[in-house]
Each structure stands twice: as structure tokens, then as C-alpha cells.
């Protein structure tokens, strides 16, 4: 059968940056009855998901411990990025097998769309087409087990439906990283959690598994508080006992001072030892109650509590005055040079929160590049997060290079999006996720007047999907949001622009503040 296994394995980038630590873990194919078939992988931005998928393909070793995997064939990854036309997606669209034809058909794939001479060529497919010929390359193989890392990232709803029909008939071991709930509903009946560097493994989708592990460790916490109470009470008790002590010891003293030499010897010998039963009385006790302090305050030690992450934004946005910032009409062409949108009209006003939607390639890209083209020319800063990032590694670097006035805020921006900035600038393999945060975290913190975010939920971990929306509600700039996430883009936006037909269509919202 086919299945995998991991006995204390361990991995780290850096000294700072631990991805696992003695993990271990058993997994084996669902029966083919399982009608949802792959386990989803969970975790916090940074905590290694994309890592520990490229540790089952064999792509990277474990530092310590032993990694086995038992299929006929070695694991298939389809990793996050979609940027380049590899061999595999090439060989497949030319591939006339029944099953080839089946998945290009129930995926919406025409091998001529990757042809510059026959259709739009690979670089002008939008993202979320190319994830689709990437998916459909690597499931035409029928691999034993099929790791996805974020699958879902650039599709809209009607291509993340296609794709999770194509996913429930898959039969063998898979493993699926993603931020998208409604995919791990539909997907998944086992869940594994990677946390504080390890694996644990949930039965259940994420939804089911996350209530069972936030009570544990809401639990925890109250645990935690109860034993620091404890601890704090055991402390003030003591200090009665050691004022109570000093007293004791105060008391004789002045009795022999006012009677002065004429007390009597045995009552005076009476009196002392007393005293010194009494004085090792209250020694004990005070003994005593150092232990039992030393107790709660270790109990209170014990507990391996994260680090709790958020906080409010101040912003440092910078009105221009102008009314109208930037204004697109005419013909919109994309790459391939052909017009995608005609008579286009459209205005970006001052505070105007604008929501762009449309179907996967339906030019939503191309409009928000073209209208930067026009703000280029204008006093307005923009601050522009693309749906990938060039180089994980560089936004790193150019973060720590700022001066410590700048990092400092940008870092501190970092925070209240979820990520420990004493990590993030460590490691030397920052995962998508984390370098995206610390790019929206730069452009928060800046003096933008123009926020431009492109899919910015992609790579996103859940909570940081919550804590980026509690961070855009109160932008004071005007925002420019394509996403495919409705809640995300009701929440932060109040007009809609929609790119569908080759047209654009304005929806004005009533609490949109700019608009006209």
C-alpha cells in the first residue's frame, strides 16, 4: 500500500529558523471509497509546509532521522510558483492519451493557448490558467502520492470548482497545503498540523480539527493563567510569613529593653527558649513556603506558550489633495500586444476603496497596469504588491537594509500581521507567505497614497487572512484589491469594478468615501 513514514526527523534553514524537531509521522492511502481523499497540511506562515513537501519528494535531506516513502514511483510536487513553462506542462498539452484529453477538457485547457504563434502564449495566461496546466501535467502521470502547495492560489470560483471535481477523483496518497477552507471542506478527511516543529496528526478536515486544537489550547492558556495566579498568591502568603517572622523576632527585643536587668534568670530562660521555638517555627514555614512557591512558579514555567502576535497599525499615509488620482480611458492591450479591454473609463478618486473582479484571464491585471502607467506621471506613491514575488529572499534584504527608523516600523507593522520579526530577518529561506507579509508590512508602513494589492491572500495562512483585513479597514488611501476572496473584499472595498467581455464595469458603493 502505498504510504509514507517519518521517524524523528528533523530540518532546519538556520540555527533561528527549526522546521521540524523529531518529528514523526505515518500516513497510507484512504481506501478508494474516501470521498475526500488527501490530507491537508496546516500551519503558520513560516512554519515549513512548502518545506516539509519538498522533504517527502526527496528535493531536500533531514539533518537527523529516517524519511521513508513506499509507492511505485517517486511523490509529485506542484509547488506555489507558476512563472515558468516547464517540460512536463509542454509534453502534456501535446499528449492525445485518453486521459490527457479528459483533463484538459474538464479543466478548461487548449494546447494552442501555450503556442505565441496559435494563441496568447504562456507569459500572457493569466496565473490562475497557468496553475490549472500545471495541476493537469502532473495529474495525467497518475502519481502514487501528488503533493499540491497552495493549488488555489489566482483561481476564481468557477476554476477552483473545475479543479476540486478533477481532486475528489484522485486515488492514492495526497497532500494539500492551502489557505482556502471551502477546498480543505471539500478535500480533505485528515489534517496534519505543523507546529512548534512538529507533526500532528487530525482526524478530520480543518475546520473539525482546529476546534478540537484551539480548545486544547485554550485550555492550556487557562491553565497557564490559573498557575501564574497561584504562583502570585503563594508569593504574597510568603511575605505575610517573613513579616510575621520579623515581627516575632522584633517583640523580645523590646520586652528587654523595658524590663531592663532586674527580669528574673528563669523566666528570662523561659521567655528565650520560647522565643526560639517559635523562631523556628515560623523558619520552617517561611522554608515552606519558598517551596511551594518555587512549585507554581515552576508550573507556570512549564507551559510552552506562543507568543501572541497583532496590534493596530499607525500609518503614515500622505494626502496629495488631489481629488482624482488617476483616470484610464481608451483601449487596454495585454502582453501579446492585442487590445484586451476597450472604451475603457474608469477613475481611482482620493480614499476610493475599489474592488477588482473577473474571471481568470479576463484582463484584471492589464486594467491596474495600465492605470499605474497613468499614475506614474502624478505626485500619488504606490505602493504595489504583485501576485508573486521576484525574490522571497530579497524583499528580506531590502527590509534590512533600511535605516533603523524605517525597519523599525516596518517590522513593527510586521507584528500585527502576524509574524515574530526577530525570525523573519534570519532566515535565509523565508517562505512565500512570510516574505509577502513583510512586503505588505513595508508598503503599510510607508507614505503611500495608492495601495495596490494583487491576489495579496495568495500564500496567506488563515489567521493572517483575518489580520490583513483588520489592517485594510482603516487604510486611509485609496486601494486598488483584485481578489478572488469575497469575504476579503467586502470587508475592505465599497466599489467593484468588474472586467468581464473585453469591457469594464463600475459599481459605486454608497459608503465608498472618493467616490464622486
Same mark, same amino acid.
Given at each position: 500500500m502505498t504510504s509514507l513514514h517519518l521517524r524523528g526527523v528533523s530540518y532546519a534553514h538556520t540555527l533561528a529558523a527549526v522546521i521540524l524537531d523529531e518529528a514523526t509521522l505515518d500516513l497510507a492511502a484512504p481506501p478508494p471509497s474516501e470521498a475526500r481523499p488527501f490530507v491537508g497540511v496546516v500551519g503558520a506562515n513560516g512554519a515549513g509546509k512548502s518545506t516539509l513537501l519538498r522533504l517527502l519528494t526527496g528535493e531536500l535531506v533531514p539533518t537527523t532521522g529516517h524519511l521513508d516513502v513506499q509507492a511505485t514511483m517517486p511523490?509529485?510536487?506542484v509547488p506555489q510558483g507558476v512563472g515558468e513553462l516547464t517540460e512536463d506542462v509542454r509534453a502534456f498539452a501535446w499528449q492525445w492519451?485518453?486521459? +490527457?484529453?479528459?483533463?484538459?477538457?474538464?479543466?478548461?485547457?487548449?494546447?494552442?493557448?501555450?503556442?505565441?504563434?496559435?494563441?496568447?502564449g504562456w507569459d500572457a495566461l493569466s496565473p490562475g490558467q497557468r496553475k490549472r496546466w500545471q495541476i493537469a501535467a502532473t495529474l495525467a502521470e497518475e502519481p502514487d502520492v501528488l503533493l499540491l502547495d497552495e493549488p488555489t492560489n489566482h483561481l476564481d470560483a468557477a476554476a477552483r470548482e473545475l479543479l476540486v471535481d478533477v481532486l475528489v477523483g484522485f486515488r492514492g496518497l495526497g497532500l494539500i497545503v492551502s489557505h482556502d477552507r471551502g477546498v480543505l471542506e471539500r478535500l480533505t478527511h485528515r489534517?496534519?498540523?505543523?507546529?512548534? +516543529?512538529?507533526?500532528?496528526? /487530525?482526524?478530520?478536515?480543518?475546520?473539525?480539527?482546529?476546534?478540537?486544537?484551539?480548545?486544547?489550547?485554550?485550555?492550556?492558556?487557562?491553565? /497557564?493563567?490559573?498557575?501564574?495566579?497561584?504562583?502570585r498568591r503563594q508569593r504574597r502568603i510568603l511575605a505575610d510569613v517573613r513579616r510575621d517572622r520579623s515581627s516575632a523576632e522584633a517583640a523580645p527585643r523590646r520586652e528587654r529593653r523595658l524590663a531592663g536587668p532586674s527580669q528574673p534568670d528563669a523566666r528570662e530562660a523561659g521567655r528565650r527558649s520560647a522565643q526560639r521555638k517559635a523562631e523556628a517555627?515560623?523558619?520552617?514555614?517561611?522554608?515552606?513556603? /519558598?517551596?511551594?512557591? %518555587?512549585?507554581?512558579? +515552576?508550573?507556570?514555567?512549564?507551559?510552552?506558550?506562543?507568543?501572541?502576535?497583532?496590534?493596530?497599525?499607525?500609518?503614515?499615509h500622505i494626502d496629495t489633495g488631489r481629488r482624482v488620482l488617476a483616470r484610464l480611458t481608451g483601449d487596454v492591450e495585454h502582453a501579446g500586444g492585442d487590445v484586451l479591454l476597450r472604451d475603457v473609463d474608469v477613475a481611482l478618486h482620493r480614499g476610493q476603496r475599489v474592488h477588482v473582479d473577473g474571471a481568470n484571464g479576463a484582463g484584471k491585471t492589464s486594467l491596474i497596469t495600465a492605470l499605474l502607467d497613468v499614475v506614474t506621471d502624478t505626485p500619488e506613491q504606490v505602493g504595489l504588491l504583485p501576485q508573486e514575488l521576484a525574490s522571497p529572499t530579497a524583499v528580506v534584504a531590502e527590509v534590512g537594509a533600511l535605516d533603523p527608523e524605517q525597519r523599525g516600523r516596518v517590522l513593527g507593522t510586521l507584528a500585527t500581521l502576524g509574524v515574530d520579526p526577530d525570525r523573519v530577518l534570519v532566515t535565509e529561506a523565508p517562505s512565500p507567505g512570510e516574505a509577502r507579509k513583510l512586503a505588505l508590512a513595508?508598503?503599510?508602513?510607508?507614505?503611500?497614497?495608492?495601495?495596490?494589492?494583487?491576489?495579496?491572500?495568495?500564500?496567506?495562512?488563515?489567521?493572517?487572512?483575518?489580520?490583513?483585513?483588520?489592517?485594510?479597514?482603516?487604510? &486611509?488611501?485609496?486601494?486598488?484589491?483584485?481578489?478572488?476572496?469575497?469575504?476579503?473584499?467586502?470587508?475592505?472595498?465599497?466599489?467593484?469594478?468588474?472586467?468581464?467581455? %473585453?469591457?469594464?464595469?463600475?459599481?459605486?458603493?454608497?459608503?465608498?468615501?472618493?467616490? &464622486?
Open positions: 511523490p509529485r510536487l492519451d485518453g486521459v +490527457a484529453e479528459r483533463l484538459r477538457r474538464r479543466l478548461g485547457l487548449d494546447p494552442d493557448d501555450l503556442d505565441p504563434a496559435l494563441g496568447r489534517t496534519v498540523r505543523l507546529h512548534q +516543529a512538529d507533526l500532528e496528526l /487530525h482526524a478530520g478536515s480543518y475546520v473539525e480539527a482546529a476546534a478540537r486544537w484551539r480548545a486544547a489550547d485554550e485550555a492550556e492558556r487557562n491553565a /497557564h493563567d490559573r498557575a501564574r495566579r497561584e504562583a517555627a515560623l523558619a520552617r514555614r517561611v522554608t515552606q513556603m /519558598h517551596a511551594r512557591v %518555587g512549585r507554581a512558579e +515552576a508550573a507556570a514555567d512549564g507551559f510552552d506558550l506562543q507568543r501572541n502576535l497583532g496590534g493596530e497599525l499607525g500609518f503614515h513595508r508598503f503599510l508602513s510607508s507614505s503611500a497614497s495608492v495601495l495596490v494589492l494583487d491576489e495579496p491572500t495568495n500564500h496567506l495562512d488563515l489567521p493572517s487572512i483575518e489580520r490583513l483585513e483588520a489592517a485594510l479597514r482603516p487604510w &486611509p488611501g485609496a486601494l486598488l484589491l483584485i481578489t478572488h476572496d469575497d469575504g476579503l473584499a467586502r470587508a475592505t472595498t465599497r466599489t467593484t469594478w468588474t472586467v468581464a467581455d %473585453g469591457a469594464v464595469y463600475v459599481s459605486v458603493g454608497e459608503e465608498d468615501g472618493g467616490a &464622486p
